[in-house]
């Protein structure tokens, strides 16, 4: 498996509802990100995990939650988004630094609308 | 932090020409640059990418060149195709440890005109 999956591959949800996004690698990457992505805008990162541990938050507001259960999952929470968080959600991962750099590879994103 | 830029924002051209995007970044401890490619609704998609110990990169068309003293990097597609269109976006990477970071320039929404 030489891909990274996103389920699910569209989302809309109100404004009280909780859900989750999905994110599955099989290539043995220690590193996965969440991005968040507007349109015409590059990716803006949101969280990194490192074997499984959270080691970049970048300020992003307590109604997304990710979660790393293992190594090749990785998930985000949801809940209480407002309609500006309507996005593109990627998620990412990259092998470990001793096999390259920081060569990212991107799922195909869920596409998120509040409502 | 890294600071990447990118120009220019749009850029169309005629099917068989070059194109050209061009990249400043700020870091000078930042030695990863990708470029990845977007069409529309699609995930982005590496390209090509240069480390910081090598002036120049080719793939086929498409080929990259590293100027670490001027901080600057860029994008050459030779030959275009319309399907080249697409947003392209180039990054630098940054940080340390196992997870490093990608800061990414504004992008650049290439057309080429059949």
């Known amino acids: 498996d030489t891909e990274v999956t996103q389920t699910p591959k569209h989302l809309v949800m109100g404004m009280t509802n909780k859900k989750s996004l999905k994110c599955e690698q099989h290539m043995g990457h220690r590193a996965m990100y969440w991005y968040k992505q507007k349109a015409k805008k590059p990716p803006e990162l949101m969280f990194v995990?490192?074997?499984?541990?959270?080691?970049i938050n970048e300020s992003v507001p307590s109604r997304f939650s990710p979660e790393c259960p293992n190594s090749s999952l990785l998930n985000l929470h949801l809940h209480a988004l407002q309609p500006e968080d309507s996005a593109l959600y990627l998620c990412a991962s990259s092998p470990p630094l001793t096999r390259n750099y920081n060569e990212q590879f991107f799922g195909p994103g869920t596409r998120l609308t509040v409502l | 932090g890294e600071n990447v830029e990118q120009h220019p924002s749009t850029l169309s051209v005629q099917e068989g020409d070059s194109a050209v995007i061009k990249c400043t970044y700020s870091?000078?401890?930042?030695?990863?640059f990708p470029w990845y490619k977007q069409e529309l609704g699609k995930r982005p998609q590496l390209i090509i990418d240069i480390r910081s110990n090598v002036g120049e990169k080719k793939d086929q068309r498409i080929a990259v060149t590293l100027n670490k003293t001027a901080k600057h990097f860029s994008l050459h597609i030779t030959e275009t195709q319309p399907e080249d269109s697409a947003v392209y976006f180039c990054a630098a990477s940054t940080g340390s440890g196992s997870a490093r970071q990608l800061t990414f320039g504004s992008g650049t929404q290439l057309t080429v005109l059949p």
């Open positions: 870091d000078s401890a930042s030695n990863y």
């Open positions: 995990y490192s074997y499984e541990k959270l080691s």
